[in-house]
């Protein structure tokens, strides 16, 4: 079975299309999700100042391996420069995201290797939230999808380089 990316989100972007509540709330997820991992990233540092215990190593998680996921997928996407759904030649994508003008750089998804990293920076800190984290990273990666601003591949790769760096948190 071939698969057809531009069916397969047409389909996707049809249902939102055709309800402008369901669009909103579609792009207002993806904003609120954004900042979400933004917040939690402060909150996690907020955690460590206050946190009696803690070691400097546990310091240099908190900033290496989020910042090593970033600085990873941002040299790939540059090396890379894979184009996005919407500037794909032949994809006809109409965005929902609308105002995107970036025209490559799509692999990985930087938005989920942040995401994915962090999620995995805080699981043996606190547990519960980085499981959360780790569903809104799973949510999140849907809306990047949805809005028509990745491929699946870009969403997966972006997870399999956050997740490698994240993994570290345990190991280090």
């Known amino acids: 079975m071939k698969y057809d990316y531009v069916a397969f989100y047409n389909k996707n972007a049809a249902f939102f299309k055709a309800n402008k509540k369901r669009e909103s709330a579609l792009l207002f997820s993806n904003a609120l999700l954004t900042y979400l991992f933004l917040f939690a990233y402060a909150g996690l540092w907020v955690y ?3 946190k009696d215990g803690l070691l400097v190593v546990d310091y240099a998680k908190f900033f290496f391996i989020p ?28 965005p929902i995201l609308r105002g995107k003008r970036e025209q490559g750089h799509s692999f990985p998804s930087r938005h ?32 990047r999808f949805a809005v028509g601003v990745h491929y699946p591949s870009d969403l997966l790769a972006g997870i399999g380089v956050g997740g490698f760096f994240g993994a570290f948190v345990f190991f280090l």
């Open 48 to 50: 460590a100042l206050l």
């Open 67 to 94: 910042a090593t996921s970033l600085l990873t997928v941002s040299v790939l996407r540059l090396a890379i420069d894979k184009p996005r759904p919407y500037s794909e030649k032949g994809a006809h994508i109409q």
């Open 112 to 143: 989920i290797a942040s995401a994915t990293a962090i999620s995995f920076t805080f699981l043996p800190y606190l547990p519960a939230v980085g499981g959360v984290l780790l569903v809104c990273t799973l949510a999140l990666a849907y809306t």
